[in-house]
T-cell receptor, first 115, second 115 residues
Framework: DTTVKQNPRYKLARVGKPVNLICSQTMNHDTMYWYQKKPNQAPKLLLFYYDKILNREADTFEKFQSSRPNNSFCSLYIGSAGLEYSAMYLC??????????????FGPGTRLTVL | AQKVTQTQTSISVVEKTTVTMDCVYETRDSSYFLFWYKQTASGEIVFLIRQDSYKKENATVGHYSLNFQKPKSSIGLIITATQIEDSAVYFCAMTINNAGAKLTFGGGTRLTVRP
């Protein structure tokens, strides 16, 4: 089973309000990722957890937070949503960073609309 | 830094025919991994096939195969006997051994398979 689950599937948020998105996987994967995808653009990596270590991309460092309370769950937190945060947020997981285990398995995404 | 380019923004084919989608990449690393993903109409991103840079044989999975031309830094996706449900956006992506698992995506190619 290569299922990655995301909740909610759709999220409506007000400008300036916080947003918390949830992702889970039961494959015991070491690494979990969060991507932002806007229409007609490639997915953009926001951050990833390798085990308990969080790595955030330099250009989104201050905009997004994340937590991984256990191997199966990972959240994405936006402290104060802006209109530019409207996008599809994709969670993915992979078995590890090294070796041949580079395939990432994506969840169905959460479509965030900020009004 | 890595770069992935998909020059074809959209392709339309008749079902049951063969289609090739182009992808070229740039990297200074000698060891890297190449992937093709498909984004369905619902927005879900699905892993299709991969090619490891050290392997000379072209990867094949079901009716997907790759045309790996290392000297040209090219990794084309070939879909044989296309079906209507193959209509989707296809993303080429790559990662390298010490990139912290970061996938670099191309811009995507929209494939339309018509009756």
């Amino acid at each position: 089973d290569t299922t990655v689950k995301q909740n909610p599937r759709y999220k409506l948020a007000r400008v300036g309000k916080p947003v918390n998105l949830i992702c889970s996987q039961t494959m015991n994967h070491d690494t979990m990722y969060w991507y932002q995808k806007k229409p007609n653009q490639a997915p953009k990596l926001l951050l990833f957890y390798y085990d308990k270590i969080l790595n955030r991309e330099a250009d989104t460092f201050e905009k997004f937070q994340s937590s991984r309370p256990n191997n199966s769950f990972c959240s994405l937190y936006i402290g104060s949503a802006g209109l530019e945060y409207s996008a599809m947020y994709l969670c993915a997981s992979s078995p590890g960073l090294g070796g041949s285990s580079y395939e990432q398995y994506f969840g169905p995404g959460t479509r965030l609309t900020v009004l | 830094a890595q770069k992935v380019t998909q020059t074809q923004t959209s392709i339309s084919v008749v079902e049951k025919t063969t289609v090739t989608m182009d992808c070229v990449y740039e990297t200074r690393d000698s060891s890297y991994f190449l992937f093709w993903y498909k984004q369905t109409a619902s927005g879900e991103i699905v892993f299709l096939i991969r090619q490891d840079s050290y392997k000379k044989e072209n990867a094949t999975v079901g009716h997907y195969s790759l045309n790996f031309q290392k000297p040209k830094s090219s990794i084309g996706l070939i879909i044989t006997a296309t079906q209507i449900e193959d209509s989707a956006v296809y993303f080429c992506a790559m990662t390298i051994n010490n990139a912290g698992a970061k996938l670099t995506f191309g811009g995507g190619t929209r494939l339309t398979v018509r009756p």
